[in-house]
């Protein structure tokens, strides 16, 4: 990775569960776990590519890693959902730097009111070319025992 989840200043922080080498240059899929920091009991696993420093010299393109990512949100222990933003465009949960200076890759969440379920929306955000690559996950929140701490929305 360009820029270290640590050195990034961000809402959540993401743990490394798995590095997988994908070829003999040393490019990597790394996946890391991500606890959404105002739904306790949510975790995202997010999939992304890491490029190595001989792939960066081969391909000219030294100072940023592709767009592709992937998540996967589950419950993982009981649900209370803190003060989150209810609006369309929801709240960025987490993000991180994948070049040197314009290119991040962000987790938002979305609440869907109607079918009860909370979204999460893997992709990245530049400054001009953004990537239409995403990836979606969801956690249904439909007959569990959710605890809202500020009400639940009428």
Same mark, same amino acid.
């Given at each position: 990775?360009?820029?270290?989840?640590?050195?990034?200043?961000?809402?959540?922080?993401?743990?490394?569960?798995?590095?997988?080498? @994908?070829?003999?240059?040393?490019?990597?899929?790394?996946?890391?776990?991500?606890?959404?920091? %105002?739904? !306790?009991? @949510?975790?995202?696993? @997010?999939?992304?590519? !890491?490029?190595?420093?001989?792939?960066?010299?081969?391909?000219?393109?030294?100072?940023? !890693?592709?767009?592709?990512?992937?998540?996967?949100?589950?419950?993982?222990?009981?649900?209370?959902?803190?003060?989150?933003?209810?609006?369309?465009?929801?709240?960025?949960?987490?993000?991180?730097?994948?070049?040197?200076?314009?290119?991040?890759? @962000?987790?938002?969440?979305?609440? !869907?009111?109607?079918?009860?379920?909370?979204?999460?929306?893997?992709?990245?955000?530049?400054?001009?070319?953004?990537?239409?690559?995403?990836?979606?996950?969801?956690?249904?929140?439909? %007959?569990?025992?959710?605890?809202?701490? %500020?009400?639940?929305? %009428?």
């Amino acid at each position: 990775m360009v820029l270290s989840f640590a050195a990034c200043i961000s809402p959540a922080i993401a743990d490394e569960v798995g590095k997988v080498g @994908v070829d003999w240059i040393g490019n990597d899929i790394v996946v890391e776990a991500i606890k959404d920091p %105002k739904v !306790d009991g @949510v975790t995202c696993h @997010v999939a992304y590519f !890491d490029r190595s420093m001989i792939d960066r010299l081969k391909e000219g393109n030294w100072f940023e !890693d592709p767009s592709n990512t992937a998540i996967s949100c589950q419950q993982t222990g009981p649900i209370t959902i803190g003060d989150i933003d209810l609006s369309e465009k929801g709240e960025e949960v987490f993000k991180q730097g994948i070049s040197l200076i314009w290119k991040k890759q @962000v987790v938002n969440r979305i609440y !869907d009111k109607g079918n009860d379920t909370l979204v999460y929306l893997s992709h990245t955000r530049q400054v001009q070319g953004g990537s239409a690559k995403m990836s979606l996950s969801t956690v249904p929140l439909y %007959k569990q025992n959710v605890v809202w701490t %500020k009400g639940k929305p %009428k």
